[in-house]
T-cell receptor, first 113, second 112 residues
């Protein structure tokens, strides 16, 4: 089972350019999340989706947008990248049931120069 | 919203010693407390969790304790091994929407 897959693994992006980070899961999980991880530590929630067709803002949503057209895919778009968006981005998914496990992708390392 | 504080941010122990990581949370409605381990270059993975109706849970060398009154919970790793070296995250959830709020992480280094 693939689980949850992110692409690309890493990317160097010029400031001002746009980019979409892809996330796909094959576990039919309802909830999906995007986190950023800075300095090798804390995870901060960017956006989330509790089910296909709905999205919500997390702790640090500015400069990012998401869509959830179907259950499996949850892309994250940076419309105009800035250096402060240099980070490692993790996508996660979870069944919509109390106290279930979050499954994380392997991460996308993004450097904005 | 929920706020989870985690301490220490870094922890260095000698192989064979015990390691303890502590977290506090702010929302008394939180009732699910998982711990995740993140190895270098990988995404976090669940290693153990505890629910609010339980005070302690063990799985081999790892254990979690929960004090709901004080709103804190801890991860205990005994007989540490070099492969325990990683970043550990605590988290809290109150169920609705299943959103996890993570602590800031602890980088554990086990010296051989």
């Amino acid at each position: 089972t693939a689980g949850i897959t992110q692409a690309p693994t890493s990317q160097i992006l010029a400031a001002g350019r746009s980019m979409t980070l892809r996330c796909t899961q094959d576990m039919r999980h309802n909830a999906m999340y995007w986190y950023r991880q800075d300095l090798g530590l804390g995870l901060r929630l960017i956006h989330y989706s509790n089910t296909a067709g709905t999205t919500g803002k997390g702790e640090v949503p500015d400069g990012y947008s998401v869509s959830r057209a179907n259950t499996d895919d949850f892309p994250l778009t940076l419309a105009s990248a800035v250096p402060s968006q240099t980070s490692v981005y993790f996508c996660a998914s979870m069944m919509d049931r109390e106290g279930t496990e979050a499954f994380f992708g392997q991460g996308t390392r993004l450097t904005v120069v | 919203g929920e706020n989870v504080e985690q301490h220490p941010s870094t922890l260095s122990v000698q192989e064979g010693d015990s390691a303890v990581i502590k977290c506090t949370y702010s929302d008394s409605a939180s009732n699910y407390f998982p711990w995740y381990k993140q190895e270098l270059g990988k995404g976090p993975q669940l290693i153990i969790d505890i629910r609010s109706n339980v005070g302690e849970k063990k799985d081999q060398r790892i254990a979690v304790t929960l004090n709901k009154t004080a709103k804190h919970f801890s991860l205990h790793i005994t007989e540490t091994q070099p492969e325990d070296s990683a970043v550990y995250f605590c988290a809290a959830s109150k169920g609705a929407g299943n959103m996890l709020t993570f602590g800031g992480g602890t980088r554990l280094m086990v010296k051989p």
